[in-house]
């Protein structure tokens, strides 16, 4: 499913895991994955409906919700609820139990026209994740022709500002503290080493 796809119009649902809750198991834990997703992400999900309800935004899918209230202070609740639930269900699809590797080669080759390297894009990625104070993203996006890498703090996603996200790695605590405790640079890397959805990234690319 790529980032254009990830759609619900209300009642918004939460959209099922793209693999089973331990699929991703040692890097990140099946009870991570519990509280994570069936706490966290069901919770952005429900509370985008009750803050919708009644509203002139109930009836507009996730994306049309996300950029018709950023950056607006009197929707500053709704906003950050529907960009938490779509950044989730794209962080999810990411990921994949036999991730990492190589992308495949029209992906691989805009790497390298943007990064020099693939090594250098994921440390990019790993750097921007790191350099990310507090609750936010890392997101490797497409601008205009060009890839890059951008981070984003607590809600905030590329969407807003004209990029298109390819893929993204979720630096909020809630999704690597019960696994890593305070050791954000060991989940990350081992998100980008062993997890990393290059296929995700390519459909994306388009």
């Not at 331990?22 to 509370?47: E, Q, R």
């Not at 960009?83 to 691989?108: C, D, I, V």
Request: with cysteine; net charge neutral.
């Amino acid at each position: 499913m790529s980032n254009d796809k990830i759609e619900s119009v209300s009642p918004h649902v939460l959209p099922a895991l793209p693999y089973a809750d331990n699929a991703l198991d040692p890097v990140i834990s099946a009870n991570t994955i519990g509280f994570h997703f069936g706490k966290h992400h069901k919770g952005y999900v429900d509370n985008l409906n009750k803050l919708v309800a009644g509203t002139e935004f109930v009836h507009l899918p996730l994306v049309k919700i996300i950029t018709e209230t950023a950056g607006k202070a009197d929707k500053t609740a709704i906003f950050n609820n529907a960009a938490q639930a779509w950044n989730h269900t794209f962080y999810w699809r990411s990921m994949s139990p036999k991730g990492g590797g190589e992308p495949a080669l029209l992906l691989k080759q805009k790497i390298e026209a943007s990064f020099g390297t693939l090594d250098a894009c994921k440390k990019e990625l790993a750097t921007a994740a790191m350099a990310q104070f507090g609750s936010g993203w890392a997101w490797l996006v497409l601008d205009g022709d060009k890839l890059k890498v951008v981070k984003t703090g607590n809600a905030d996603v590329p969407i807003t500002t004209g990029m298109k996200p390819l893929l993204t790695i979720d630096v909020w605590e809630h999704a690597y503290y019960l696994d890593y405790q305070n050791r954000r640079a060991d989940y990350v890397n081992a998100v980008l080493d062993k997890l990393i959805n290059w296929a995700f990234a390519a459909e994306n690319l388009g």
